[in-house]
């Protein structure tokens, strides 16, 4: 007996639970608006033209407008579920699937034995479509369809249901169901799942014939043809946009690629949700949003919009170059760590800051001729902009080269001494030194290379009469420390730290966040190392030696590395909690050596981003209603404390000051703080700075401590 096809019995048609739904076919949308009143099927050509056919070979199907990211590729952000034994895709690298991180945090397992161990069970495939198989077998011949129902293929289940209704049940399974030996594919072009029943459409796409079927009957081979296939994870289509549309966003997806770290299956697929209904992604602006998007979706759709009118102005031959205008994109900036060089999206108009044409072209042949980092380049254009507002004072603006003398050199030396922050606020002496070096270095480099061939021999700087100099080698180590009763005011609303608005927030619970940057704010509090030595401490990083504690960290500052801390009991306990917690935690794998890992699969480092940590803290530090500082004002109230003097690198002079004010021997906190030279830590014990914290520090070192810190750091007693 043949199964009846449940497609004849419109009463017996199910489908499957909720799932993305695939837009109806349109009807022709109405002909594209171009900017300029420019031929769409002109603008369509010139896309095709400047499109490579071979972008992201065995990624990219051109036939069928659809990206495959291949799951082994870093430069896709979808890889398979850490579990080794899952094979889920998950639109992440290097992270579990939701499944195996619920079965993570109810396991006693850490992360990695979890990876390593865990065996799911799961109705689905690895890409997301039905796995299990329908449970009709006749002579060890399992029917091949998916399962649907009550472990039932769609047409066995509807045969299934008509024969009980009629009693046959028993006789339906031992004499009349059948298994199926061909899994029929769906007739959606590249669909990956086989067809939900004999109509010939799988399950997810037979949901979508059925409604629209509704307002437009249309032939399920023919409805088919329009459609874009299931998608997982690590796949977009672009069927469902208008032909024009899919050639921009196409061109302008490999123009992206091109300086973009890594694309984004999700926000391709999101982007092409809204942009279904428009003629043209050519706007003045990106479209706007009627819902809340991520950052990532957000970054996407302006580098594409930004691209795509790159191109439309070449299209149209409106694309003169202004020489006064830096893409980056093209000149491609080499990224600050040991990351592969990429290109960035983004133009720099030197005429905001530079006004001397020579100083901008030269600024330019530097740029676009050495490839600097991303960090050179932004300090000599900061050391540039300053130079340059200096010589605009000068007689002639400092327009004529041939022109410049001995004294606008000192002019500019001048400016450095006294430079600013974008806030008012004056530069270290050591970044004053720095950003008069990257100047003269980038006036040295111009000429070398005889780019300023007509830049007057007298304009040169002078070792002795020109140097900016160093107020006070610790100059921004005196006089920061927040006063002990603040520190207390700070503790007392700890339980708020890591809540509500968290810099670099990922997908795990607040409570965890909490935990992990309360640790943060202890280990900054208590053992007064600099936010990128906290930020990249070692898994590992406490060692105990007969009863007694110490912390291992880096001084990436002087390239010394596992050093030795002594810490309180009370600071190893807090580290100790954050690591039971942390093992349990679904986070990037990149940051599995780290202490407090990155909270993304992006960061260049693997581990938290001392910049989130003092973002963070500001959130925080914002959030507490009051916070008064010594003394009381005219009337006898509580004078309030300037939040803006705390920040994580001030716990480092809180640290210092709270020794020397216990009395902490010079050489013992010497070592504590690892300074190159003691009279660095004599700075802490002048008069004026003694008990400057607020009142004498309650951690007072008995004479063991101090003698225990002797032992460990080799002290003569």
Known sequence: MTARSVADQPHLLLVLPDTPSVPAPRPAPNRAVLPGGADPAAWGAWLGEHTDPTWRAGEW???????????????????????????MVVNARNIFCAMCADRLKASSLTAEEFAATHIPQRDKAPNGCAAARCAVTRDGVQCVRPKHCRNLCSTHYGTWLYHQHRGNEDRWWSHIAVPFTDEVPCLV??????????????????????????TAPTPAAEWAQNQPPYVAAHQFSLVPLADLVRREVLYALQQVDRWARVLNPSSIRSLVRDHADVTTLLR???????????????????????????????????????????????????????????????????????????????????????????????RTLRATTIASRALAQR?????????????????????????????????????????????????????????????????????????????????????????????????????????????????????????????????????????LEVASLSRDCLETDRGQTSLIWDNHKRRRHRRRLPITATTAQAIREWQQRRNHLDLPASGDRFLFPALTDQSAAGHLSSSYISETMRLWVASIPEIHAEGVDAHGDPLPFDRTLIYPYAFRHSYAQRHADAGTPVDVLRELMDHKSIAMTQRYYNPRLLHQTGEKSQVAWPKREVERVRRVYGLAS
């Open 284 to 378: 003045d602006e990106p479209r706007p949003l009627s819902a809340h998007k991520d950052a990532a979706y957000r970054r996407t759709l302006k580098q594409l919009h930004t691209a795509l009118c790159t191109g439309f102005d070449e299209f149209t031959g409106r694309s003169d170059v202004n020489e006064d205008v830096l893409d980056l994109r093209e000149i491609g900036l080499r990224a600050v760590s040991g990351q592969e060089p990429r290109q960035f999206a983004a133009t720099v108009d030197l005429t905001q800051s530079i006004h001397q044409p020579w100083l901008r072209r030269l600024v330019r042949f530097w740029a676009c001729t050495e490839r600097p980092r991303t960090d050179d380049f932004s």
């Open 395 to 531: 007689p002639g603006a400092g327009n004529d080269p041939t022109t410049l003398r001995f004294a606008d050199v000192t002019a500019v030396v001048d400016a450095f001494r006294t430079a600013l922050k974008r806030d008012g606020t004056p530069y270290s002496s050591g970044h004053r030194n720095a950003l008069t070096g990257c100047f003269f270095q980038l006036i040295d480099y111009g000429r070398r290379s005889d780019a300023l061939d007509d830049l007057a021999g007298t304009f040169t700087r002078d070792a002795v009469h020109h140097t900016v100099g160093r107020e006070d080698e610790n100059e921004d180590e005196i006089g920061k420390a927040i006063p002990e009763s603040v520190i207390r005011q700070l503790d007392a609303h700890l339980e708020a730290i890591g809540r509500g608005s968290v810099a670099g927030r990922r997908d795990i619970p607040e409570a965890d966040l909490h935990l992990l940057y309360r640790t943060v704010y202890i280990v900054l509090r208590d053992t007064g190392r600099r936010p």
């Open 189 to 214: 072009p590249a669909c990956p799942s086989p067809a939900f029943n004999s109509g010939g459409l799988c399950g997810f796409h037979s949901r979508a014939w059925t409604r629209d079927n509704r």
């Open 61 to 87: 199907d051109r036939e069928h407008w659809l990206f495959t990211g291949r799951l082994d590729n870093p430069r896709t952000t979808a890889s398979t579920c850490r579990t080794a034994a899952c094979g």
